[in-house]
């Protein structure tokens, strides 16, 4: 039974910390504690205060009350670059790096190895491939970082915070956008750097990777502390009971049954793709979606979900095949055309392509609306907000008020309100991509309740997800991506999490 | 309603404060400052005089606005004043460049307005498309026709300077209309056009939008090209009109100097008004922030220092009204506080 009280293993230890934004009490007297040679969870549902915790703890926010202290020393960082320099290494929720920078400038930014008082470019960009290489990747680092996929780019994240020389790592929901193998290579590695004695925060939504690799767990609800429990201590149910503040007794109860056994073949055909293909993206493929539908997109990261997503919504031109909406040919040049057809699209990457941070939850949601409206037929202010309080209030979004800035919402809670901004334009198509990315696990559950509510209303969703159980839980029928190709479709009882992986693994051979 | 006005009041709070500091300062420094008389029904003063003079940057300093909460600059503002002014001339006096003193029968004002508009807003047009169709970065793309734009009103009035008269042409940029100088009805029509072009429609909200975060907007179906373009085609008719303002009260049209680093005071009264570069934008800020810049060159000059020192001093105010405007400064300054009284 470990000591909890003050001891010399201490790396961080936290008392008492308050931290209120206008309206909203963030964290309200919460403690932490980090030892030596730990990996330690905080867990929490969206808009708990984890991260807020993590930017008091590096100086981003200034606290209002307690005391933090670092290797017994009282601790107050003025910044992230002061943090840093003094041995605390952080990945933030949302990534900052810079787009327009090369990968290696990324990585080193603020430390470029110099040369005769200039930056030593051949020594930084071949220091910065060492760093990649470390997580298994292999890709040119003088190209812009802008060039690479989202996944990519939290993979590079995570090489600049693991190349700093440093005590404390901290994680905010690193693993949201990788693929299995990458998680594993990013734990191999945690579980090193634990072993040399660092100490490791861990943020994430996923519950098994908590399991897998931390040693203690912190809880954290609506900003207040409820308890620092050893791993062993704390089992999933009781730890989804912390969270949520209500007792939970079976994880079904989360894991609603939504399944639909049969493929839904007497429905109206909505959409259409016939000999689609976007030449060096995509090769072509078919696909329709019935009314009603639930149509999951499954395959690894880079299989071309995405870009699939993307040519039906007319962010991407499509270089042959035809597209059918309703039984009539469309020609489908820009988002606003898919829009105009009632097609919505909910993307991948909240920060660059969803959220606009500096206008308010309520512009926000009703952005959409408004251009779809056109210039002239605006909302009126109260119409716009009965829209969005009706969402926040179905998707249980956390505000402190609708007129909040968007970027100050918690990173689940700015997914939620991009889900609102494309549900609040009743589409009769809704493309989802990676829908529940950042969100905690009892809102999951609500939004995969949602989706079959939705589709019971005879809405059709694309639904794209790397989480095969959810795809599962809410699709009637997949298709099966692999390398930038369509491989098949799996419907009815051969919709099971094997029998995906088996299809992939061996390109769509009978199984 | 009430959470977003008390935050634009917080916003105009910096600007207005400084504003009023240089007004005080002249409440107790210059005598009759403050005064307003009444001539021929017409109202004369150092304030009327500081609004009048201010005109043509308030103006620019409306397109300016916009263009800059797209994310974008505009610095083709003064040429194209330059050359809206030298064509409002040469219509006025076709034959003056061939050296024929004639004025040959006199154009109509419908003619002598809308010609330089209607160019202006043209040439506006040229730089959104640069922008937002070719990708060209806004400095680089409006860079072109500042330098260009003052060769091109040069080839108008071929090098020479127009004097003329027109009797209505004149009372554009010197007439009284309800004992106010004209201009100043100018700028405040526009203003309030403009207001409620983008605050009464979405047009306001989709150009935050574009410049927090265009993609996110086009994936929205706002169409962000045409907006941009639009944008600038505004920002180049305000610049029209505001060379024609100045070109109807001197009375001539002067390509070196018409509209002359204008540009740089119209990017100054928007970044002291505190509108976003890329995001939120207040055109009452923007007005003020022109204010504090005409008033502190009026004050300048009223008080004999020479006018080479205004450039100084206006550098000055900018870097404190900007300074002032930045959060992060103002929280570390608070901090600062805090830590010396403790
Ligand atoms: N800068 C800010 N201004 C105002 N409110 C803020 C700000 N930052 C955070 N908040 C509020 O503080 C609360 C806690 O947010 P925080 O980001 O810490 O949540 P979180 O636990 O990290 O959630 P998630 O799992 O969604 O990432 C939220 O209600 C959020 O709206
Ligand atoms: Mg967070």
Redesign the pocket.
Known sequence: MPDLKADSSQLVEIRGLSKS????K??DSVNFTLRRGEIHALM??????????I?VLTGL?KKDKGSIKVDGLDFESSSPMDASSKGISTVY?EINLVPNLSVAENIFIGRQPMKFGMVDWKLMNQKAKEALKKLDIDIDVTIQLSQYSIAIQQMIAIARSLDIKAKILIL??PTSSLDLAECEQLFSIMNKLKEEGMGIIF?T?FLDQVYQNSDYITV?RN?SFVGEYPIKELPKLKLISKMLGKEITDINELNNKIHRDYYHNDKKMFVKMEGIERKGVLSRFDMDIREGEVLGLVGLLGSGRTEMAKILFGIDKHTSGYININGNLVNIKSPRDAISHSLAFCPEDRKTEGIIPDLTVRENIVLALQAKNGILHGLKRKEQEDITSKFIKLLQI???GLE??A?????????KLILARWLAMNPKLLILDEPTR???IGAKSEIEKLINKMSEDNMSVLFISSELDEVIRCCSRAAILKDRKKIGELYGEKLTENTIMNYIAKDGYEL | MKPLLKNADKNLLYPLLALSAILLFNLFFTDGFFSIQIKNGHLFGSLIDILNRGAPVMLITIGMTLVYATGGVDLSVGAIMAISGALSAQLIRPDYIKGIIEYGNTTSLFIVLSIPLLISIILGLWNGFLVAFIGVQPIIATLILMTAGRGIAQLITHGLIIVFEHESFQFIGSGFLFGIPFPIILVILLTFITWLLTRKTSIGLFIEAIGANPLASHYMGIKVKMMKTLTYGFSGFCAGLAGIIVCSDIQAADANNAGLFLELDAIASVIIGGTINGGRFSLAGSIIGALIIQALSTTIITRGIPPQVVLVFKAFIIIIVALIQSEKLRAQLKDLLKRGRK
């Open positions: 934004f206008p309206g909203v963030a964290l929490g549902e969206n808009g708990a205060g984890k991260s807020t915790l930017k926010h929720q905010d929901e943020i939504h954290l900003g956390k505000v402190s909040q800035m970027g100050t919402l918690s990173g689940g809670n700015q997914q950042g969100i905690d």
